[in-house]
């Protein structure tokens, strides 16, 4: 019997840390750390981002306004005494204007109001250039007005508009042609008689654009709308037809060369700049198909091209992530390929489905350049009809077209307009997604 070999001495306790383990601890806290870092770092972006807009934005959603009597003069507004609209449409809103220069004037003078430095014109300046024809057309709309003294409210312009809202300054005001300090100085001693005051406008989200003199009424309504149109008539088209070709290609055909052709150029057609999709749609639908320029439709027609491979993509991946158990155990009790797929794997990937379809939405949703190239940029003043009256026909615009709009102009109002036309945007993106959470819960299956 031999004696058995004394055991090789430990190196060292296992309850002991050597160095190698040290730089290992040392090495994952340093990625934990960097991991924290990026996040953090990712969130402040972010806040600040989200802080600029709103903190901008928000004061769009608030306009200033002017109330105060007006006496309608029948003989400034209808010469020929008739009460006849035809007649009266030949007082232009000039005429308009200096009327409510000159009961403003009066109406302060009688409150007790000094206009001192401040002329009829720098007067007429504080009133938002559509007042004058907000006015008109309600006297046209109803003669019988005339003669009467009315109470009427209309917008102040975009600087007054601003000093209330901080945008505009003294200092500013001097270097400025557009605003003086006796108006600024007039605006106070308004705002303390409750002439001038600032509520929420709603108009702000339903009046059209306006043009570049006019930032106080410019309004989201028709980029509402123009928006609502496309991304209904996407939905329409690249939700069947994406998930019929995913289906198609993940369950039916054939694997061999051409399927791998397809393939291939559906990932390649989701990488090609948004821009090449609006000449396309430049090319084919406008000067080949004749539809109108800065239709819904058009432009609907090139986001449905542009989010067609990210759908199949994301579809695909979702019936890819359904277990080959459930396909076996269909098929094994008799279910043939049809009912498998849509009996069983289809309603598994609806959740996935949805998610894909959202933000291929969400990504149209937010494209510029291929409805610039459609002329989609261009000024629309006038609501497009409902759909079933063609609508989808008329000209519109779009949310991301009209912040690219109003960043573009000059005005600091139209740029803190475009703010909170980014804010709407963002709401828009937050309620598609809203709906699709409920969606997947309402699909959701467990196996």
């Not at 049809?338 to 996935?352: D, E, S």
């Amino acid at each position: 019997m031999t004696d058995t070999p004394p055991l090789p001495k430990a190196a060292g306790s296992l309850l002991e840390l050597d160095a190698r383990t040290r730089r290992r601890n040392a090495a994952e806290t340093r990625f934990r750390l960097y991991g924290i870092a990026a996040v953090a770092f990712s969130l402040s972006i972010l806040f600040v981002m989200l802080f600029t807009i709103f903190s901008d934005g928000v004061q769009s959603f608030r306009q200033a306004s002017i109330t105060f009597d007006v006496t309608l003069d029948p003989e400034r507004l209808d010469p020929e005494g008739n009460r006849n609209p035809e007649e009266m449409a030949d007082v232009t809103t000039i005429g308009y204007g200096n009327l409510l220069s000159d009961q403003l004037s009066a109406y302060m003078v009688a409150r007790g109001i000094s206009t001192e430095g401040v002329s009829a014109r720098d007067l007429n300046a504080m009133i938002s250039r559509d007042g004058p024809g907000s006015l008109r057309a309600q006297v046209l709309a109803d003669p019988t007005m005339l003669g009467q003294t009315i109470r009427f409210t209309t917008y102040a312009s975009g600087r007054i508009d601003g000093y209330m809202k901080g945008r505009v300054t003294r200092d500013t005001a001097a270097r400025d042609t557009n605003i003086s300090v006796e108006q600024l100085d007039l605006a106070d001693r308004m705002i303390e008689a409750g002439i001038l005051t600032a509520a929420f406008n709603w108009e702000f989200l339903t009046r059209p654009d306006a043009s570049d003199q006019r930032p106080e009424v410019a309004g989201l309504g028709v980029a509402i709308l123009g928006s609502a149109y496309m991304m209904g008539l996407v939905l329409l088209m690249v939700l069947p037809l994406g998930v019929a070709a995913s289906i198609y290609l993940e369950e039916f055909a054939p694997k061999n060369r051409f399927t791998d052709l397809i393939e291939v150029n559906i990932s390649n057609l989701a990488a090609v700049p948004s821009i090449v999709y609006g000449i396309l749609g430049l090319a084919v639908f406008i000067n080949y198909a004749q539809f109108p320029r800065s239709s819904a439709l058009v432009g609907a027609l090139v986001l449905t091209l542009m989010t067609l491979p990210t759908i199949i993509i994301a579809t695909r991946a979702s019936l890819r992530a359904v277990p080959p158990s459930i396909r076996e155990a269909a098929l094994g009790i008799g279910a043939s390929k049809m009912q498998t797929v849509f009996h069983h794997v289809l309603p598994l990937a609806t959740p996935g489905i949805l998610t894909g379809t959202i933000l291929g939405l969400a990504s149209a949703l937010g494209e510029t350049a291929p409805l610039l190239l459609i002329g989609m940029v261009a000024f629309v003043g006038t609501y497009p009809a409902s759909p079933l009256d063609g609508g989808i026909l008329d000209p519109a615009t779009a949310l991301p077209v009209q912040v690219y709009a109003w960043a573009s102009r000059s005005d600091p109002a139209f740029i803190e307009r475009s703010s909170g036309a980014i804010i709407v945007l963002l709401a828009f993106l937050l309620i598609m997604n809203l709906v699709v959470i409920l969606l997947r819960r309402r699909f959701e299956r467990r196996w």
